[in-house]
């Protein structure tokens, strides 16, 4: 049972470079979610999809993209990184709503901007 | 402002005694309140969720209780393991279906043998 699959685990890139972080999840949730969690600060939500083909924006989507061509992928894009866009990014699943049910978490991808 | 805030921040027990963990929220209109268990290099797992009209969820050794009059929630850990050692984190939900979820900061346990 693989749930939600991250990819890389870790990377390290040089600011100004571009980056896609990937998410696949097997359980054929309608919403998926990428978070970013800073020491110190709770997990703040960068975008969102309630269902393929749509998307939002969360609380800090600046410097972010997403896409959502269908239920099990959503990738995240840096599109320029910056090194404030180090961080750990969590990619997140549930079944309806987010305040409907549970919410699964995959493993994190490191991510370092130097 | 929609916020939550732990306590402690910090907090070291050893094997096998009972712990307490707080959240108060602001979070409005308050939808749920969550409770997740995260280990050191992992992804948040669930523990509890509970609406606004439950007072108390179980799974094991971890009891919540929720009082949505005062906005309160505590995780209670009873007999605790050294693998409780972890972060845990209250996250209390706004709005209707499609609302938002509020992170608070976490409380880092330490459980010593």
């Known amino acids: 049972i693989a749930g939600i699959t991250q990819a890389p685990t870790s990377q390290i890139l040089a600011a100004g470079r571009r980056m896609t972080l990937r998410c696949t999840q097997d359980?054929?949730?309608?919403?998926m979610y990428w978070y970013r969690q800073d020491l110190g600060l709770g997990l703040r939500l960068i975008h969102y999809s309630n269902t393929a083909g749509t998307t939002g924006k969360g609380e800090v989507p600046d410097g972010y993209s997403v896409s959502r061509a269908n239920t099990d992928d959503f990738p995240l894009t840096l599109a320029s990184a910056v090194p404030s866009q180090t961080s750990v990014y969590f990619c997140a699943s549930s079944g309806e709503g987010v305040n409907t049910g549970e919410l699964f978490f995959g493993e994190g991808s490191r991510l370092t901007v130097l | 402002k929609n916020q939550v805030e732990q306590s402690p921040q910090s907090l070291i027990i050893l094997e096998g005694k009972n712990c307490t963990l707080q959240c108060n929220y602001t979070v409005s209109p308050f939808s749920n309140l969550r409770w997740y268990k995260q280990d050191t290099g992992r992804g948040p797992v669930s523990l509890t969720i509970m609406t606004f009209s439950e007072n108390t969820k179980s799974n094991g050794r971890y009891t919540a209780t929720l009082d949505a009059d005062t906005k309160q929630s505590s995780l209670h850990i009873t007999a605790s393991q050294l693998s409780d050692s972890a972060s845990y984190i209250c996250?209390?939900?706004?709005?209707?279906?499609?609302?938002?979820?509020?992170f608070g900061r976490g409380t880092q346990l330490t459980v010593w043998p």
């Open positions: 996250v209390a939900g706004r709005g209707s279906t499609l609302g938002r979820l509020y």
């Open positions: 359980m054929r949730h309608n919403a």
